[in-house]
């Protein structure tokens, strides 16, 4: 059983930044690809960024020059930075791991994000 906790979340204007963490319980966290979701009221939820247990990383082209995604295997966490948000990225934003593809089988509880002025 792999448990992931988020955080990192707030309110922020637009054009501005912020990074989620994603820490999991588990030491095998390297052996998980990982992978940031978000839902936004009345949307279905969508991937935002994805990195392989190799750190390879692929992202939704509305994010694309402006989120990061890393991993750090030694603190078993997942980070998104996110940078220039606008109000589109307003969303709850979900943690997520997988040991083959995305979704996997394990979510966080999630974490809000929203942007405004």
């Known amino acids: 059983q792999v448990q992931l906790v988020e955080s990192g979340g707030g309110l922020v204007q637009p054009g501005g930044s912020l990074r989620l963490s994603c820490t999991a319980s588990?030491?095998?966290?390297?052996?998980?690809?990982m992978g940031w979701f978000r839902q936004a009221p009345g949307k279905q939820r969508e991937l935002v960024a994805g990195?392989?247990?190799?750190?390879?990383?692929n992202y939704a082209d509305s994010v694309k020059g402006r989120f990061t995604i890393s991993r750090d295997n030694a603190k078993n966490t997942v980070y998104l930075q996110m940078n220039r948000l606008t109000p589109e990225d307003t969303a709850a934003y979900y943690c997520?791991?997988?040991?083959?593809?995305?979704?996997?089988?394990?979510w966080g509880q999630g974490t809000q994000v929203t942007v405004s002025s």
């Open positions: 997520n791991a997988g040991l083959s593809r995305l979704p996997g089988t394990y």
């Open positions: 588990a030491s095998i966290f390297r052996f998980y690809a």
């Open positions: 990195i392989t247990t190799g750190s390879s990383t």
